[in-house]
C-alpha cells in the first residue's frame, strides 16, 4: 500500500477513461508515496492539460519542484509545458536550462532547450547548445538530427548533410535522419538510389508520417514512377487529416506535378492551386500552374 507504482497505473487507465477526478486523485496518492516521482507528475500535469487547464498543470509541476528541487525530470516537465502548452518560451528556457544542470544526460532537456533557442530565433546558440551536449551524450543521434534542421533552416546544407550522416553513423535505421538526409539529397541532385533506400529505410520506421510518405513519393517522382508517386502522395494527405496535421503545400505541389506528369492536367490544376492557398509564396508551384494553364 505504501507503492506509489500501482496508483500511478490507476491512474493512467482513469485517464484513458477520461475519468479526470479519479486519475488526479491516483496520481496525486501516488506522488504522496512518492514525492519524486516523474511518471506520477507526469500524469497530473497531462489530466490538468485534458482538461484544458495549463495553468493548473503549471501550478502542479512548480509545487512538486518544492519539494523536489533537484530532481531534474520535473524541471523538464514544467519546461515542456510552458513550451508547448503555455508558449511561454522565456520560462521554459529558464525550466530547462536548469533541468539540464541538474542532469547533464538528461538528453530530453537539452534537445527541448535547443528547441526553444531555435523557436527564439536564436538558431546559432540552438545550435551550439545541442554541440555541448553532444560532449556529455555523444551517443544521442537525436541531437545531430535536430543540428540538421538548424543547419537547413540557415541554407547551410553541407552542415545539414553532415549532421544527418552523424545522426544515422550512430544509429543506421534512424527514421528521421534517413527522412531528412533523403530530402535535402533530392534537394542538391545527390544520388537518387542512395535517396529511394534512405526514404524507404525512413518510411518503415515511420509508416505513419506524412512528411516520411511525401518525401519517399518524391523520389519515385525524380526517377519516373509517377504512379507511384501519386498513390504515396494520396496516402499523404490521408494520414496528413488522420493525425490532425495542418494542410502540407509541399505535399499539394508534389501531387500536382505528379498527375502532370502523368496526363491528368485537370487534376494537377486542382493540386498546384491548393498549394498556392495554402502557401500563396509557392514560387514553384505559381510557375507550374501558369504553364499548364498556357498549354
Keep these: 500500500p505504501r507503492s506509489a507504482f500501482g496508483y500511478v497505473q490507476m491512474g493512467n487507465l482513469k485517464l484513458v477513461q477520461k475519468q479526470y477526478p479519479d486519475a488526479l486523485k491516483a496520481f496525486q496518492d501516488a506522488l504522496d508515496r512518492k514525492p519524486d516521482s516523474t511518471d506520477a507528475l507526469r500524469g497530473v500535469i497531462n489530466v490538468r492539460l485534458a482538461q484544458k487547464q495549463t495553468d493548473g498543470a503549471i501550478a502542479a509541476a512548480r509545487a512538486q ?23 511561454d518560451l522565456s ?42 551536449a553532444l560532449q556529455d551524450n555523444p551517443h544521442e543521434p537525436n541531437f545531430y538530427v535536430l543540428m540538421g534542421k538548424l543547419y537547413e533552416s540557415k541554407s547551410d546544407w553541407k552542415r545539414a548533410e553532415d549532421a544527418d550522416q552523424s545522426a544515422l553513423a550512430i544509429s543506421p535505421q534512424h527514421p528521421l535522419a534517413s527522412n531528412n538526409l533523403a530530402r535535402l539529397m533530392l534537394q542538391n541532385g545527390g544520388n537518387l538510389d542512395v535517396a529511394l533506400s534512405l526514404a524507404q529505410s525512413a518510411r518503415q520506421g515511420l509508416p505513419d508520417s506524412p512528411a516520411v510518405a511525401d518525401t519517399l513519393a518524391w523520389v519515385d517522382y525524380q526517377k519516373g514512377a509517377y504512379q507511384s508517386a501519386i ?36 487534376l494537377a490544376r486542382q493540386q498546384l492551386e ?10 514553384e508551384a505559381r510557375k507550374q500552374l501558369a504553364q499548364l494553364k498556357s498549354s
Design 65 to 87: 519542484i518544492a519539494k523536489s528541487p533537484a530532481n531534474s525530470s520535473f524541471y523538464d516537465l514544467l519546461g515542456t509545458t510552458l513550451f508547448f502548452n503555455k508558449k
Design 231 to 266: 498513390g504515396l502522395l494520396q496516402e499523404a494527405l490521408k494520414l496528413q487529416e488522420k493525425n490532425n496535421a495542418p494542410d502540407n503545400p509541399d505535399i499539394h505541389y508534389h501531387l500536382g506535378m505528379a498527375y502532370a506528369k502523368s496526363g491528368q492536367p485537370a
Design 91 to 132: 520560462g521554459a528556457e529558464d525550466a530547462l536550462q536548469k533541468s539540464a544542470a541538474l542532469d547533464k544526460h538528461n538528453s530530453d532537456a537539452l534537445l527541448k532547450l535547443c528547441q526553444v533557442r531555435a523557436a527564439k530565433g536564436d538558431t546559432d546558440r540552438a545550435i551550439l547548445t545541442a554541440q555541448r
Design 274 to 283: 491548393r498549394a498556392l492557398k495554402i502557401n500563396p509564396n509557392a514560387s
